[in-house]
């Protein structure tokens, strides 16, 4: 935290107005789910997408080879946001177009999932329970794809109805084959754009003006831009890659940055201490974090 005394006076501020004041919105790919495991990457909603049952080799060869020029680019902390966009919507138009070429079918997605190591954070299931049974809206924001974003969670039984999403959709012809992909694109740093033409016209986040917002990149922050009458918000960054040349940078954009933490423990924190005030009161600010 750069300012400790700011988060802790937030938090105090949102616990004041309770839950029913709360909404959460949180970025989904690298955020909800894990980075790594095992040593190993955990694949994004594109990449659990490679699967022979979806797309050829030739098509994996070809997108592995975007995520390896793209990629560094996204998080490359020289580069300032104006020099990745144009680079960005170049790499999600590319794979997008490659995996319309593919004519994945529909009803393939879930078994996709169901094989892929796609693995969401520890404490995942306290997370998400924990705000449906608050009733307390949390919208995922992702530059991922929406239909395989909604498998994930369907299959970790947490898709509960407290929970909208705004993704990039797949658009199915009428015999379950992929066609394009709808509305316009997300990508990691247009999400300003898509909160203001989406998230402001959910009716379920009016009112509420506290925000709790989770996100692993610079381009997460926008996502509350469509608010209104935004009194508190608290924002937690997980630093997952390039950190030391990232550490900075993140410290002076989230209140709260996460080093190669795996787990939704911090967040799952603040979301108890959001209704207990008894809580604070019992262990002081200071064993909060
Ligand atoms: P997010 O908004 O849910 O984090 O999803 C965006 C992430 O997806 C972003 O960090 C880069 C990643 N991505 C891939 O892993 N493979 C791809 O082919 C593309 C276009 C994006
Ligand atoms: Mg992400």
């Known amino acids: 935290m750069r300012e400790r005394c700011r988060v802790e006076e937030t938090i ?3 616990q004041q107005t309770g839950p029913e004041n709360l909404q959460v919105i949180s970025d989904f790919d690298m955020t909800l789910t894990r980075f790594a495991y095992k040593g190993k990457r955990v694949p994004t909603t594109h990449n659990i997408l490679d699967n022979r049952l979806l797309i050829d080799e030739n098509c994996t060869k070809k997108i592995k080879k975007l995520l ?11 580069l300032s946001t104006e020099e990745k966009l144009p680079l960005m919507v170049e790499w999600w138009t590319k794979v997008h177009k ?26 995942y299931k306290m997370f998400f329970d924990h705000l ?16 395989v974003l909604e498998e994930v969670i369907r299959q970790n039984h947490v898709f509960h109805p407290n929970v909208n999403i705004i993704s990039n959709y797949m658009d199915f012809d009428h015999t379950g084959v992929l066609q394009a992909f709808k509305g316009q694109l997300i990508h990691t740093f247009n999400k300003r754009e ?37 009194q508190n918000t608290l924002t937690i960054g ?20 996460l080093v190669k933490d795996e787990t939704l423990e911090i967040p799952n924190f603040y979301c108890t201490v959001m209704h207990k005030t008894a809580y604070l009161e019992t262990h002081g600010m200071e064993t909060l974090f």
Not at 132 to 147: C, H, K, M, T
Not at 238 to 257: A, G, H, P, T
């Open 98 to 123: 490659l995996l319309m070429e593919q004519k994945i079918r529909k009803d393939l997605l879930a078994q996709a999932v169901r094989e892929s190591p796609s693995k969401l954070r520890e404490g």
């Open 194 to 230: 898509g909160a203001l033409a989406h998230a402001a016209h959910l009716t379920e986040l009016k009112g509420r003006q506290n925000v709790l917002l989770l996100g692993d990149s610079l381009g997460d922050l926008t996502m509350a831009d469509g608010v209104s009458n935004v």
């Open 68 to 78: 390896n020029t793209y990629y560094p680019i996204e998080i490359d902390a020289r």
């Open 238 to 257: 997980f630093l997952n890659d390039q950190v030391e040349e990232r550490k900075e940078l993140f410290l002076n954009s989230f209140d709260i940055v």
């Open 12 to 14: 105090y501020n949102m």
């Open 132 to 147: 449906a049974e608050q009733n307390v809206p949390l919208l995922i924001f992702s530059a991922g794809i929406g239909d």
